[in-house]
């Protein structure tokens, strides 16, 4: 909350006003009044009247005494000023006359609040990032305000195998606390909705497609694959062209896309992310400008991939190391993005054969978005 009142006596030498009331305290955003001493943790908006006075001196109660912090100019008999807080909830008032002791401004907030995300995050330059999108999947269906299944697509290679992507519940579920997004085996095979010959696999696959996209922020998702090192599986947490964005009518890769992280049951100890934006794709993968392969990720355990991402900048992150820095600010980077999260059967080097681990599950503990 923005702010709450003590009950002590009034101690100001500035003219009687209304004092703020516990309402005015949790109304964010709202200037809390300073004519008499008010308390207020993380940040706070403050303004009292003054008079006809041309300034006031702010002061902060620390250790039984009153610390003078900054001279805060009037204006028509009214002055505000803006406070963050350092470890703790602070008390406030303001005083007549000019500095007597060395001027002291209080800095950031004593601790993150929370939203639908939790504990907020703090960006590089101290300010929050903002929840925008959640799902921590703690229901038993998959929530389809949130999330759409695919049906359309495929996965894996023609000659080795492949799947068709389907919505049915086992391969797209929700339960014990997690998505659950499969790839498995029929005994039988079974056409495919995008005209594909039949198949007997079937993969799972979700996406925000009309629902949710953003441009710019943070974005992160913790999820768990299939523990082997066995070659023929694959799984993704990408970003795709909103395209309902203008900006998002050019052709594949020269239109963007994001992948915050693809792992690989070949390579069972990397999580790799990939960028694409250019005609040519780059002419393939450069370590260190659209791809990475040092980033350390356990097969069959839970991993966090993130992304912060603005109009010049993308970087990566796989457990909170810094995995990849794009400063290209290429155009393919400023539209907005669905998410997207796959269960696949992998191609080429990572092909399904006779060894590969089927049926398999890529467990998302939770998905969240900030802005």
């Known amino acids: 909350m923005i702010a709450k009142l003590i009950g002590v006596v009034t101690c100001c030498l500035l003219a009687a006003a209304l004092v703020a009331t516990p309402a005015d305290a ?4 709202k200037a809390l009044v300073l004519n008499r001493p008010v308390t207020a943790d993380e940040s706070a908006s403050l303004t009292g009247r003054a008079g006809d006075r041309r300034h006031v001196v702010l002061q902060r109660r620390s250790h039984g005494r009153w610390i003078d912090v900054r001279t805060l100019r009037v204006h028509h008999g009214r002055y505000r000023t803006n406070v963050s807080l350092r470890p703790s909830a602070q008390t406030f008032r303001t005083r007549a006359g000019a500095v007597t002791s060395k001027a002291r401004t209080v800095s950031a907030a004593r601790a993150p609040a929370t939203d639908a995300c939790g504990t907020r995050l703090r960006k590089a330059d101290g300010s929050y990032w903002s929840c925008t999108f959640v799902d921590d999947f703690s229901g038993t269906a998959l929530d389809r305000t949130k999330w759409v299944p695919q049906t359309v697509f495929s996965t894996g290679d ?4 492949y799947a068709c992507y389907d919505s049915d519940s086992s391969v797209v579920s929700v339960s014990g606390g997690t998505l659950n997004l499969s ?4 005994a039988t095979a079974l056409p495919c909705a995008n005209g594909l010959p039949a198949t007997p696999y079937r993969a799972g696959m979700v996406s925000t497609y009309h629902l949710f996209s953003q441009q710019y922020g943070r974005f992160e998702a913790r999820f768990r694959s299939t523990a082997t090192a066995a070659p023929g599986l694959q799984e993704s947490w990408w970003l795709w062209p909103d395209d309902r964005d203008p900006l998002a009518q050019l052709t594949w890769p ?16 990397l999580g790799i992310p990939f960028l694409h934006y250019t005609a040519n794709d780059n002419g393939g993968p450069i370590p260190g400008t659209n791809t990475a392969w040092s980033c350390a990720s356990t097969r069959g355990a ?3 991939y993130t992304l912060e ?4 900048r993308t970087e990566i992150f796989v457990n909170g190391r810094s995995c990849l820095v794009n400063t290209s600010g290429d155009s393919a980077f400023r539209k907005h993005y669905i998410l997207n999260l796959t269960q696949a059967l992998g191609t ?4 399904l054969t006779a060894a590969s681990t089927v049926p398999a599950v890529m467990n998302v503990d ?3 978005v900030w802005m």
Do not use: C, H, M, Q
């Open 26 to 29: 949790t109304s964010r955003g």
């Open 158 to 161: 023609a000659l080795s195998g």
């Open 183 to 186: 790839v498995r085996k029929n």
């Open 254 to 269: 020269l239109n963007g896309e994001i992948d915050i992280a693809e792992t690989y049951s070949v390579y069972p100890d």
């Open 302 to 304: 839970y991993n966090t």
């Open 309 to 312: 991402w603005t109009a010049t």
């Open 348 to 351: 080429g080097s990572d092909a």
């Open 366 to 368: 939770y998905v969240k």
